[in-house]
């Protein structure tokens, strides 16, 4: 089933951020985004062409403050203020402005929430994009596998796509980052494979993320036959990185 959120949602309790309030800075009946991830709750991006107006930095501010308003008078506890939603937030060309935005009224609303922004990292490579994600408390960036070959077979990216690229452009939060990556297994891909295990702990240990977020599959997903790791797996695949000092928080 494929999910569709409103320019604000929420809050929702999420298994990594505690209560989250959502902003979806992509279409509210369609998708976009610069993945086509086996995984994706969202599903397939040749399903979600019916809607491709993004929402403008007006539209997000407006209705932003109405729900914090709304959370604050209500009584709502909101931990995270979230750019998620459906597909790949930083795409969105006003997002530099929507950040903006977001900080001030996180600054007036609520002032002890964090602004957690998920991204995809295809973008970070773009100046103006590396910097708004500079100004939000959790820039959390995903490299699910180490190499393209790899991330053709569990992401589909959009052309051009280059993972030697998105690593030197993370390189720049100087390790002021927090890593997401899926753990899975497909027909063609296993994230406890020597291919993909080994190389994606090398880029781990050349960014050295404050943290790192290891999950697994949750929701139903548009490629059929996905396996998912449990807790204990994921834990022992990535215990030489805990085992240095990184911080990894696991989740099943």
């Known amino acids: 089933m494929m999910i569709r959120e409103e320019v604000v949602f929420g809050p929702i309790h999420s298994r990594r951020l505690g209560s989250s309030l959502g902003i979806n800075l992509l279409p509210e009946k369609g998708k976009i985004c610069t993945f086509d991830c086996i995984y994706c709750e969202c599903g397939w991006n040749k399903d979600g062409r019916d809607d491709t107006q993004l929402p403008s930095a007006e539209r997000v501010r407006n209705a932003l403050e109405a729900k914090l308003k709304q959370c604050q008078a209500d009584g709502v506890p909101i931990d995270s203020i979230t750019f998620s939603g459906d597909g790949e937030p930083t795409i969105n060309p006003e997002f530099p402005q929507i950040i903006d935005d977001t900080i001030r009224l996180r600054d007036k609303y609520y002032p002890n929430s964090k602004i957690t922004v998920l991204s995809n990292a295809t973008m970070v490579h773009k100046p103006e994009v590396f910097n708004a994600l500079r100004r939000v408390d959790n820039p959390t960036m995903k490299i ?22 998105v690593v030197e452009a993370l390189k720049q939060f100087n390790g002021d ?8 297994k497909s027909k063609d891909f296993d994230s406890s494979s020597p291919e993909v295990l080994n190389g994606w702990m090398d880029i781990v240990r050349m960014l050295k ?34 085992d240095e000092g990184l911080m990894i928080q696991i989740k099943g």
Do not use: C, S, W
């Not at 980052?177 to 899975?184: A, D, E, P, S």
């Not at 929701?219 to 990185?241: A, I, N, S």
């Open 144 to 165: 699910d596998a180490p190499t393209n070959e790899l991330i053709e077979k569990i992401n589909h990216p959009a052309p051009g796509y280059d993972i030697g690229r």
């Open 177 to 184: 980052f927090i890593l997401q990556t899926m753990f899975l």
């Open 209 to 242: 993320p404050r943290e790192i977020m290891v999950y697994t599959i949750d929701r139903p997903t548009p490629e059929e036959g996905l396996q998912k790791f449990t807790v204990e797996e994921m834990r022992r695949l990535v215990q030489p990185l805990i």
